[in-house]
């Protein structure tokens, strides 16, 4: 008789990943329940049906988490990413950690200082890292001026957005604009 497994996973950052593994997984003969962003439920119907999946999530760059701290740094960057790559809403950047505390449940205070206690940076400074990526995307689309990418990304002034940009990858926008435009990273190596 098979029962229902469920995993929190580590590195699982974007719908591709969800994509992946739930192919991968299939492909091997596993029956999987559910599946979304750092979690995962499949039918073990024997020791080996665990094996297998615990294999196929290792060879994926996944990784299985068991501390509940560990979880909820992992649930905090995916909503991070989420709100700053994928919803495209200003009014959500500039409430930042409003949509945090109402995304996962939990004041801002104790996710900042879980996060920090977890990770080499600070969740504000992960913040910024995915604000420059997502700068760099929105530079290298050719779509907006850099008045509506401050706007977009919840800056000030250009000028904010500038010297943010240059601390971070130690040129402005426009030397940027005119590199050959390989300092993109991927939104899962930030920092």
Known sequence: MATPKSYFLKNMICRCCVSYLSDKLEAAGITVLEVSLGQLSVDVKNEETIKITEDIIAELGFEIISNRDVFLVEQIKMAV?????HLNNANSIIRKSDYLVEKLGMSYPH???TFSQHEPITLEKYIILQKVEKIKELIDSDEYSMSEISYLMDYSSIQHLSAQFKQITGLTPSDYKKSDRSMRKSIDELY
């Open 81 to 85: 990413i989420d709100l700053v790559h």
């Open 111 to 113: 996710l900042s200082k």
